[in-house]
């Protein structure tokens, strides 16, 4: 992997754990505080907030995010953000893809999360295609993670302890990361015998969006 695609793999590893720590209970945030704006979006409910936020991605990168993104919204006291994302991002060979996006709904401001897994050389800038797992794609996750269990079920596994899977390929072995609530594991799985070595772990701290004045808009 070229070094641009290990510098926007560790910077989107930070997005994810972010995305994975926090906590939030609230269905609709506090209004006495909040912009006039933000109160009116944030009374619209989640899911006319989600479309809206597919909607200004698309105008803004030509891009759409497939539906079986999960979305979940925050909002403070001035603003309203829109988390997009998949909790397993697999990166083929010489592939380009969004693997996750954020944007805010009141101040129109958007970030992108690309993989890069090429040889040559890709502006990092340019807009990708959002990714989203073929069936060949499922059967290799399916043997990275463990070959008796579904796509399906990794995901709904991984929702449920909150917690991310990255997926690099090479041309000999894949290069997976772990990402929990405190910590990142990371290790190399053998192409052909499926054998994993390089095991590596590091406790990680990140700051939830909660300690940063944000609550979650579930409903």
Known sequence: MSLSARNILYRFAIFISIMTNTQCSSTHPKMSNMDP???????LGKQRIVQMARTLILENSGEKIPESYDARV??????????????????????????????DVVSKTFSYSPIINTEAQINAFKHFPFHEPSKVDMKTIEFVLGGTTSYRKHRESLNARNEGVTIIETDTFYKVQVLSQSQSSQYNLDKRTGISSEHRHRHIKTEPLSERGYVEIIK
């Open 74 to 103: 925050f909002a403070n006291d001035s603003s309203v953000i829109v988390l997009f994302d998949l909790p397993i991002h697999f990166a083929a060979k010489n592939t380009a893809f969004y693997y996750g996006a954020t944007v």
């Open 37 to 43: 704006t933000v109160k009116e979006i944030g009374n």
